[in-house]
């Protein structure tokens, strides 16, 4: 099984998001690395932006706890994925470059759609991608050093709460609507 999947890089120019492909094959402990660290970028991102987002003076308090929520638990899921990655013997990035690189490269929005919108694009990249990952590691015949029933407990634990994330983001939308 391939997993192609889709993303914005952090250190795309401020003028738009470049997408990138990765498509790789999950038979190993050096590609589960390589793409749970993509996991962890992201989990980056997701709460560097939130955080940001979250100093803004034009969000209301609803908006502001979601958000403050939203990075907490992108804290959480780095954290478990960082776990994991540790289990394999790989490094990742750490969160305060990525933090630094969010935010020199993208204007958190001042409104209330604008912030909103970026919040569930955020979730829903990050749901999509443990989504796929998901699927890549159940239709793979490799083996890991790692317990495959363990990681996918992790992985679909998180994937569910990232699905809550954009039904709570969605049912805010619709409310300020």
């Known amino acids: 099984m391939y997993l192609t999947y889709e993303y ?3 250190t795309a120019p ?19 690395a390589r793409l749970l660290q993509i996991g962890a970028v992201l989990e980056e991102v997701v709460e560097a932006r939130a955080t940001k987002h979250t100093e803004s003076d034009a969000i209301d308090d609803d908006v502001r706890e979601l958000l403050e929520s939203a990075a907490a638990e992108s804290e959480r ?19 305060d470059e990525i933090q630094m690189l969010v935010e020199q490269q993208y204007e ?3 409104d209330f759609d604008g ?3 970026d919040q569930l694009c955020n979730e829903e990249t990050a749901y999509k991608f443990y989504d796929d990952l998901i699927e890549a590691i159940e239709q793979s015949d490799g083996t890991f050093s790692i317990d495959r029933d363990r990681l996918l407990d992790t992985l679909r634990t998180i994937r569910a709460e990232e699905e809550a994330g954009v039904e709570a983001v969605t049912e805010l939308m619709e409310d300020g609507t």
Do not use: C
């Open 14 to 32: 401020a003028t738009g998001r470049k997408a990138m492909s990765l498509q790789s094959p999950v038979g190993s402990d050096h590609q589960l």
């Open 115 to 117: 912030v909103l919108y």
């Open 108 to 110: 958190a929005e001042q």
């Open 77 to 95: 899921h780095r954290k478990q994925i960082d776990g994991i990655i540790d289990e394999l013997d790989a490094d990742t990035i750490p969160f």
């Open 8 to 10: 914005a890089t952090a």
